[in-house]
């Protein structure tokens, strides 16, 4: 399973995230730097928001790798997936503009259905 997690995808993906994440922490250190030289509460707020966007992101990033490690390897093979077509209904009751407006539609998606079969 590691192995997936090695691709140039992930690895760029993995950089991207240190990079980041350090990169929070610098911006949070120049925010601090400039809440004590006088700054306002804005400067005081940021220097405490960068770091949690970092780790919000590590957060997120752990997810997504788990999802990627607990992924089904074919899930990406062509055929895989039933896509089943539901016929509109046709709602007749109430407004008949509203009726025949969903009758039309229901013939549009016939015709888109029967061009894509090839009939």
């Known amino acids: 399973?590691?192995?997936r997690l090695l691709t140039p995808r992930w690895?760029?993906?993995h950089l991207l995230v240190a990079v980041l994440f350090?990169?929070?922490?610098?911006?949070?250190?120049?925010?601090?730097?400039?809440?004590?030289n006088g700054?306002?509460?804005?400067?005081?707020?940021?220097?405490?928001?960068w770091p949690l966007y970092g780790f919000?992101?590590?957060f997120f990033y752990g997810k997504m790798v788990?999802?990627?490690l607990n992924r089904d390897p074919d899930e990406d093979e062509p055929g895989q997936e039933v896509v089943l077509y539901q016929r509109p209904r046709i709602d007749t009751t109430g407004d008949p503009e509203l009726a025949a407006y969903n009758?039309?539609?229901?013939?549009?998606?016939?015709?888109?259905?029967?061009?894509?079969d090839g009939h």
């Open 11 to 13: 690895v760029l993906l």
């Open 39 to 49: 700054g306002g509460a804005v400067n005081w707020s940021y220097a405490l928001q």
């Open 22 to 36: 350090v990169a929070t922490f610098f911006l949070g250190y120049w925010q601090l730097t400039k809440a004590e």
């Open 56 to 58: 919000m992101g590590l």
């Open 1 to 3: 399973m590691l192995p």
């Open 103 to 116: 009758r039309y539609l229901a013939e549009l998606n016939e015709k888109a259905l029967r061009g894509r």
């Open 66 to 68: 788990k999802v990627e």
